[in-house]
């Protein structure tokens, strides 16, 4: 597949429109994660539509002291890899393009979402990503737009933007691309060095610890409402000798520190016994929210929600999350 390089929005709205577009917006550097997003909005524009991936690396979303001026700059590589993948158009604007007067006076503001978490941890950058999403998905003018599930609040906050100000966009979130450790993908990944690595891979164990703990809660849980209380039952249990198991799992399913609180403390052993490697995971937050506001779930909740976790190792910043749903008597997403 031949990969047209733009630079302007006059360019891309000149080019003809058959079926659907579905835009994936990166800041370049692109790896396997980004691939799986392009090839999944291929599928979805189908033949007679068009992929378009945006690359520019957005100056209002990096905070004081952020790595703007370190964030790796590949376009070459990344046409390259957006082609293979299946994208018929690299839209990569310069700034004065997307902010033609400078910095913008009037932009997006994420509210109450946008300073949990990574808000509190990066003030501003919330405003300044749903600022330049929102720009671009007027200069691509896209009837989807794709984004990875790793960065979930941003995710879900595209959607409410979406939502609030009546864009006519699909969103699409799509899996977190994982390497074969477990490690999340993630264009900053290669500022790790070797020993770093290996301690940063504590984020995804943690996240497995807490969705394994959930996993064992939800399936005890539907075994003890299999369990009637009735003597017949009772006995029979007894003489295959699942007496003990039914009594555990009827004691796991109303145990007070179960649920929510037994999946955040698996979890936070993994990064407890992390911050003593060397060198050390240093965590910014480990948090279990409801996806829908990113406010911490309680004791009872039922329902989708998020478990996640950012955490610096050496000079580099990781976020990572995994999706797990409570109530249902079913393992994690």
Do not use: W
């Not at 007496?243 to 520190?257: F, G, L, Q, W, Y």
């Amino acid at each position: 597949m031949t990969t047209s390089l733009l630079s302007t929005a006059g360019e891309l709205h000149a080019r003809a429109r058959a079926g659907r577009r579905a835009v994936v917006m990166t800041m370049g550097a692109l790896h396997e994660g980004h691939a799986t997003l392009i090839r999944t909005a291929r599928g979805i524009a189908g033949r007679d539509g068009e992929v378009v991936v945006t690359v520019f690396v957005n100056p209002l979303q990096f905070g004081q002291g952020e790595d703007l001026d370190r964030y790796p700059r590949t376009l070459d590589a990344d046409i390259e890899l957006a082609g293979e993948s299946g994208a018929d158009v690299v839209f990569a604007p310069a700034v004065d393009e997307v902010y033609p007067g400078g910095e913008p006076q009037v932009r997006i503001t994420a509210g109450p979402m946008g300073e949990r978490l990574e808000g509190s941890a990066r003030p501003g950058h919330f405003d300044g990503m749903l600022t330049v999403v929102a720009k671009l998905l007027h200069l691509t003018r896209p009837d989807v737009a794709l984004y990875g599930q790793k960065d979930a609040q941003q995710l879900a906050l595209i959607r409410r933007m979406v939502r609030d100000l009546n864009f006519g966009v699909e969103i699409v979130g799509v899996p977190t691309v994982r390497e074969d450790d477990g490690l999340a993908l993630s264009s900053r990944n290669r500022y790790l060095s070797p020993a770093e690595r290996r301690t940063a891979l504590a984020l995804s164990s943690a996240l497995f610890a807490g969705q394994d703990r959930h996993a064992a809660q939800e399936a005890l849980r539907a075994r003890a409402r299999e369990v009637p209380a009735t003597r017949a039952r009772a006995e029979a249990l007894s003489a295959i000798g699942e007496s003990r198991a039914a009594a555990d799992a009827h004691a796991v399913a109303t145990a007070v520190p179960g649920g929510p609180a037994a999946v955040r403390a698996a979890a936070r052993q993994v990064l407890d016994e992390a911050a003593r490697l060397d060198p050390p995971l240093t965590l910014d937050y480990l948090a279990l929210v409801d996806p829908s506001d990113f406010t911490e779930i309680g004791h009872d909740f039922t329902g989708e929600a998020v478990l996640a976790v950012a955490a610096r190792v050496g000079a580099t910043r990781l976020i990572d999350n995994l999706p797990l749903t409570f109530g249902t008597f079913g393992a994690a997403s």
